[in-house]
């Protein structure tokens, strides 16, 4: 409750949202947090939450990892910052790169760093544009993406999201093109089953590249399972189907890894998960487990010496952030490689990812309103519909999703609502207990609020 000093009332007084439904915020004050303990989040009242979201997709290893902090620490202690223009850059820098490429599913590649999932999708939109146009394709500028696709918020990577939001930017730019999106149960059509909605969204793509001109498209990004567009993986052979047509047309294929990156699939990457090589990944938010923003752009081998001979050619590549390579935030993802991938966090994922699954599966069994369960490895969502059969969804104006996150968030549990689904993307480090406590908070708030709009 917004009392006129309390913490809830000054945040209302001197920041601006991000997007915040305001009605809501304005009724029910936001939460200020304070700390956190594994999971677990504290608000300034002392109340806890445990954060089914992982903060924003990004906390995998919890809320208080010592060593990703001493690693953060120790290397404050030892060089605090820099860059990576002129020809200099940290020993983190290249430590990282190197591990990057290890990890990747490339046998060789190249990174550039940005300090956010966002940029690093402008980066490599600008990364393909300065490549076509030194190999005298300059027309190859036009970006491939589908709705209902996250790819960030700087004008770029939002003309890549989409979403009908950026309407009131004037977005998208010209140029980027917007493919179904390859979710079967919402889009596909009466009788047609999934292998033939996935062979219409492959014959989409290469009608829209023989109608634009192959020579006017610079890439296709995609993420493994969209994410901020409500935990949508692809539709059976999707990648499968639309992979040879991009190779067929020389179009380069970016994985766009923001959430997928880093286990959160249960493998590495997702479009290991998905049985994909892509041409260059995207990476951010897992990278540095949250401690640090930062994104990377891990080139394959074709494009990195592409790009290589690109910038060979004209002696420089003019882009670059000041903290591109920060040795902290280097650092601190050397550190959360390992805490990941070596601490037995991608190993929980890939054990508890069927219990996960079978407990929101049980859910969705008991209630009339959950018309379908999606996702894989430790990200789900649950779509609230108003009739199970029809798939009919419930009135917009009625922001079931946003009451259903609500209840949850008086319950102690965070969890997110997007379009009519609530997503749940818990922290790797997530016990059975505490998997036990989000189920049984989730369902007492999806039985109250199902109960009030039915
Ligand atoms: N790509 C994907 C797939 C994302 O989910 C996000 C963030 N949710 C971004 C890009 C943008 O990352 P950032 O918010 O760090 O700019």
Same mark, same amino acid.
């Given at each position: 409750m917004t009392t006129p000093q309390s913490w809830e009332a000054r945040a209302d007084e001197s920041s601006l949202y991000g997007f915040t439904d305001l009605p809501s915020v304005h009724e029910r004050g936001a939460v200020i947090v304070t700390h956190g303990e594994g999971p677990y989040i504290f608000d300034v009242n002392g109340k806890r939450y445990l954060d089914a979201n992982s903060g924003l997709w990004n906390m995998v290893a919890g809320f208080d990892n010592k060593p990703l902090a001493e690693a953060a620490k120790a290397q404050y202690d030892r060089f605090p910052g820099y860059h990576a223009f002129f020809g200099r850059m940290s020993d983190q820098t290249v430590l990282l790169s190197e591990k990057l490429v290890e990890v990747s599913p490339f046998e060789r590649g190249r990174v550039f760093y940005t300090n956010s999932g966002s940029e690093a999708n402008d980066t490599m939109v600008k990364m393909l544009w300065f490549l076509h146009a030194s190999e005298?394709?300059?027309?190859?500028r036009k970006i491939l993406t589908r709705w209902n696709a996250y790819h960030g918020v700087t004008a770029v990577s939002a003309s890549m999201t989409?979403?009908?939001?950026?309407e009131v930017f004037g977005?998208?730019?010209?140029?980027f093109i917007h493919l179904t999106c390859p979710h079967y149960w919402r889009f !596909?059509?009466? =009788?047609? %089953?999934e292998e033939e909605f996935t062979a219409r969204l492959a014959a989409e793509l290469e009608d829209t590249i023989k109608r634009e001109g192959a020579d006017t498209i610079a890439g296709f990004f995609a993420e493994p399972v969209m994410g901020a567009g409500g935990v949508i993986p692809p539709s059976k052979g999707y990648f499968q189907a639309i992979a040879p047509i991009l190779k067929k047309y020389d179009i380069p294929l970016i994985s766009d890894?923001?959430?997928?990156?880093? !286990?959160?699939? =249960?493998? %590495?990457?997702g479009c290991e998960t998905y049985g994909f090589t892509p041409d260059a990944i995207i990476s951010s938010k897992n990278l540095t487990a949250g401690l640090f923003p930062m994104g990377a752009v891990i080139l394959g081998p074709e494009l990195a010496d592409r790009v290589q001979a690109a910038v060979e050619k004209?002696?420089?590549?003019?882009h670059g952030f000041t903290?591109?390579?920060h040795p902290v935030g280097c650092a601190i993802a050397l550190k959360a490689i390992d805490v990941v991938m070596n601490d037995g966090l991608a190993e929980n994922v890939k054990r508890l990812a069927p219990r996960l699954e079978a407990g929101l599966r049980a859910i969705m069994d008991r209630s009339?309103?959950?018309?379908e369960l999606r996702g894989i490895g430790f990200m789900w969502a649950l779509e609230a519909v108003k009739d199970k059969a029809t798939k009919t969804p419930f009135?917009?104006?009625?922001s079931v999703s946003e009451r259903i996150a609500n209840t949850c968030t008086d319950l102690g549990l965070i969890c997110r609502p997007l379009g009519q689904s609530i997503v749940l993307c818990p922290p790797?480090?997530?016990?059975e207990e505490q998997m036990d406590e989000m189920f049984e908070k989730l369902e007492q708030a999806l039985n109250k609020v199902f109960a009030e709009v039915a």
């Open positions: 005298d394709n300059p027309k190859r989409g979403k009908p939001y950026n977005l998208p730019l010209e140029g !596909g059509e009466e =009788g047609e %089953t890894e923001v959430i997928c990156g880093f !286990g959160r699939t =249960g493998n %590495t990457w004209i002696e420089e590549f003019p903290a591109s390579g009339d309103n959950i018309g009135d917009g104006s009625l790797f480090i997530l016990t």
